[in-house]
């Protein structure tokens, strides 16, 4: 039997694999459309997604609309998906 872990985890809506939430990004549904959450404090609906590309752009194309109970609008979509650029980006030293 597994024992629950006491780290906080979270489930990457677009795999599905929980993980340490650190290493997620939080996305919330506000009023004016769905934003990416860089402080981890913005209240509302949340879900989260791999900083990873690939889960990243499956997530905002279809898992996060249902994850969220919410519909994209086409620039919603297409800015979140702009923003996996900035993954890459912060790995650069
Ligand atoms: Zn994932």
Known sequence: MARNKHKPQRMCVACRQSQDKKSL???VRTPEGVVV???????????????????????VKK??????????????????????DSF?????E
């Open 63 to 84: 898992y996060l609309e249902k994850a969220l109970n919410t519909s994209l609008s086409e620039t919603n979509r297409a800015e979140l998906i702009a923003f996996q």
């Open 37 to 59: 959450d860089q402080t981890g404090k913005l209240a509302g609906r949340g879900a989260y997604l791999h900083a990873d590309p690939d889960c990243w752009e499956r997530g």
């Open 25 to 27: 990004v939080r996305l």
């Open 88 to 92: 890459s980006n912060k790995n650069k």
